[in-house]
């Protein structure tokens, strides 16, 4: 029995709440939210033609293409809930790459109690114009509530529970035969399968194809996201990762690759074969049983070392610590995803951060050769020093593992001095100093992080003590604000160790974690009074200072050469007289004068004599060879050899660390 509605605008109201009509539209909006969030990136080299185009429908076919194969009311709520979940996802990643210039990522959300810490900061990346994102909102909502649950659907779903069911296809109300209904079953069958395979057919079928061509090496884990999201378009790079967390999460882990661990192994029989040959010896064991303080100051940057603003010196504590003191001038951060955890990660365990998540928070209990567990090994007291929530990025865990003694976290300090997103810097400082006199035994090693110079650096007007005239109340004003209090602190905490006849007796050490996410080249242009080539950019954004005062002053002046965080490790041990051969570390001892390569986890490197800066789609001859002593771009061969040892580092490390080598190379 069939059973029409007689209304004339029966035909349109039938189009329009067609299955495939509905499933269309959801489709289209889901992939203009793709290219608004396209157009929001600014990445070089990276467009969104037509083909990648049809990689978001197909990603897109993939990933709802099991809604077809739900009655027609379990269709709806799915594409709504999809469009919802989806929108979402876009929208987040876009707020996190303006902050980042990276997307979000399975062990990033793991961390999720972080991205609520960003509060402020987050406040300040969402823009007026980001409404037109969540726009289609207005009417999706409305339109699916009415269909899933409107007087006429619910009327219909009443009969067709007793004669027949819903069929929206041509249009009117009807009642159908268990016959038809069986068609009906059968072609919802049809169109998943057909979803599904035209899926596989647009999305997976070139993504495989370009990774077995111009992205060859895509799936080998060195990727940075933006790069496999140039050849996966966002949906997939998502699967992806998804994929990969859970791969890495569920059952046993896979084995490494025979020839990757033989590559790994000839790695580090090679370094150790170097680290024998004669070299500047000098200070090797200089300053052993010293105690070691290493301060990692938050988002501390090198380019404003030395400069003034208004007739006042921005760091006058650092410059004048300078004096005696030495001081790299071309230090890198090589931090990735997990900034301020990559840069502790790099610093104290020399092992290159991982190309996602947070090494802390993705393999806290594989096997590493840190700095505090050699060092206790040694009889030294060690202990970690933050005034933050213990678990955040994992540090709790992961400090067990690297063998401090004990963490002194946010429940260890009196907030006595609320400052940021914690306590200030001075109280941390003071009441670090504090427990390093009182409560642990020398020698020690003391790993600070500071906090108060965070994102997006706002610091109340009575500790604001520049005039940073033109930028005042701009976030670059704000940084330079900030960073002048942490610098203020940092003098205070020295003065206290002197107080305390520490100073004589400790190898101290800061260094900054990262960049502080702010950009715009021309505030950087404007501040240093110089027009700026992406080569002065990039070594702006990766560089931050390191500041190394031996106890006796000795060894003061300026080092220009490149060095980078993962030096750190290897260089304490050189001043502490304890080999560094049998560890397995990939940083540069900046005492024994060997070669430098500087790798950061981007695919840049540098060697002191050359600077590449890779492409966002990492294809190597779309990336800049920069010759450094003239600044200007050179012939791009002539960073090809370079470009390869930097990549096989990278490979190199992420393969050590992924499947715990340094514990299966111990136990062989
Ligand atoms: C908080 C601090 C900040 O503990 O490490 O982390 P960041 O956002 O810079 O990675
Ligand atoms: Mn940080």
Same mark, same amino acid.
């Given at each position: 029995m069939v059973f029409t509605q007689p209304?004339?605008?029966?035909k349109t109201r039938g189009f329009l709440l067609h299955p495939l009509t509905l499933y269309v539209i959801f489709a289209i909006l889901i992939l203009l939210k793709l290219m608004l969030l396209h157009n929001n990136l600014n990445a070089n080299y990276i467009t969104m033609g037509l083909l990648d185009k049809v990689i978001a429908v197909g990603s897109l076919l993939l990933l709802s293409f099991w809604v077809w194969w739900l009655p027609r009311r379990g269709m709806i709520a799915s594409l709504a809930l999809l469009h919802l979940l989806l929108t979402a996802l876009i929208y987040a990643d876009m707020v996190?790459?303006? !902050? &980042?210039?990276?997307?979000?990522?399975?062990?990033?959300?793991?961390?999720?109690?972080?991205?609520?810490a960003l509060g402020d900061s987050i406040a300040t990346l969402i823009y007026a114009r980001d409404f037109w994102f969540f726009a289609d909102w207005l009417i999706v909502i409305p339109c699916a509530v009415i269909l899933l649950f409107g007087r006429r659907h619910r009327s219909v779903q009443t009969s067709s529970s007793n004669t027949g069911s819903y069929n929206g296809s041509d249009g009117g109300y009807i009642l159908t035969s268990p016959t038809s209904?069986?068609?009906?079953?059968?072609?919802?069958?049809?169109? =998943?399968?057909t979803a599904l395979v035209l899926g596989l057919g647009l999305a997976a079928g070139p993504i495989y194809y370009y990774s077995k061509t111009w992205a060859k090496g895509l799936f080998d884990n060195n990727w940075w996201n933006v790069s496999m999201y140039n050849v996966t378009g966002l949906l997939a790079f998502h699967g992806y990762d998804v994929y990969t967390y859970v791969k890495d999460h569920i059952g046993?882990?896979?084995?490494?690759?025979?020839?990757?661990?033989?590559?790994?192994?000839? !790695? &580090?029989?090679?370094?150790?074969?170097?680290?024998?040959?004669e070299r500047d010896q000098a200070l090797f064991g200089k300053y052993k049983d010293s105690n070691v303080i290493i301060v990692q100051g938050e988002a501390?940057?090198? &380019?404003?070392? =030395?400069?003034?603003? =208004? =007739?006042?010196?921005?760091?006058?504590?650092?410059?004048?610590l300078m004096k005696e003191s030495q001081y790299y001038s071309h230090f890198y951060h090589q931090t990735g995803q997990g900034r301020t955890s990559d840069a502790d990660f790099g610093a104290n365990i020399s092992l290159h951060p991982l190309p996602v998540g947070s090494a802390f928070v993705r393999y806290p209990d594989h096997a590493y050769d840190s700095l505090p567990s050699i060092l206790k090994s040694q009889g030294y007291s060690t202990n970690a020093f933050h005034a933050y929530e213990s678990s955040f990025w994992n540090r709790y865990t992961m400090y067990q593992n690297m063998k401090y003694d004990k963490f002194y976290s946010k429940n260890d300090f009196v907030v006595d001095d609320p400052l940021g997103w914690s306590l200030s810097d001075s109280s941390f400082f003071r009441q670090s100093v504090e427990k390093m006199s009182s409560e642990v035994h020398e020698p020690f090693y003391s790993f600070l992080i500071t906090l108060t110079s965070h994102h997006p650096y706002s610091l109340p007007k009575d500790k604001q003590q520049l005039d940073v005239g033109e930028f005042q109340g701009t976030m670059f004003g704000n940084y330079l604000q900030s960073?002048? !209090?942490?610098?203020?602190?940092?003098?205070?905490?020295?003065?206290d160790l002197k107080n305390r006849g520490l100073w004589k007796k400790t190898i101290f050490?800061? !260094?900054g974690d990262h960049d502080n996410s702010i950009t715009d080249t021309a505030l950087y242009e404007k501040f240093l009074g110089r027009p700026l080539n992406d080569l002065d950019m990039a070594q702006i954004m990766s560089e931050v200072p390191l500041l190394v005062h031996l106890p006796d002053g000795a060894e003061a002046g300026t080092f220009e050469k490149p060095s980078g965080q993962l030096d750190i490790t290897p260089s304490v041990l050189h001043l502490l007289g304890i080999s560094d051969d049998s560890y397995y570390h990939m940083g540069n001892n900046v005492y024994d004068g060997s070669e430098r390569m500087v790798v950061l986890r981007n695919g840049s490197f540098t060697d002191g004599q050359v600077f590449y800066i890779p492409s966002d789609d990492y294809i190597y001859a779309n990336g800049t060879c920069y010759e450094l002593s003239t600044h200007a771009k050179t012939d791009i061969n002539a960073c090809k050899a370079g470009f390869d040892r930097a990549s096989e580092r990278l490979h190199i490390s992420d393969t050590l660390i992924t499947h715990d080598l340094i514990r299966q190379f111990r136990e062989e």
């Open positions: 209304r004339r605008s029966a996190y790459y303006r !902050y &980042f210039q990276d997307f979000l990522t399975v062990p990033v959300l793991l961390q999720a109690r972080q991205v609520d209904r069986k068609k009906r079953l059968r072609r919802r069958l049809l169109a =998943g399968f046993s882990s896979p084995e490494a690759d025979p020839a990757d661990i033989e590559q790994v192994k000839a !790695y &580090f029989t090679d370094r150790q074969q170097s680290n024998t040959v501390f940057m090198n &380019f404003m070392i =030395g400069k003034s603003i =208004g =007739g006042q010196e921005i760091t006058p504590h650092f410059n004048e960073v002048h !209090y942490v610098d203020a602190a940092l003098g205070s905490m020295v003065e050490m800061f !260094y």
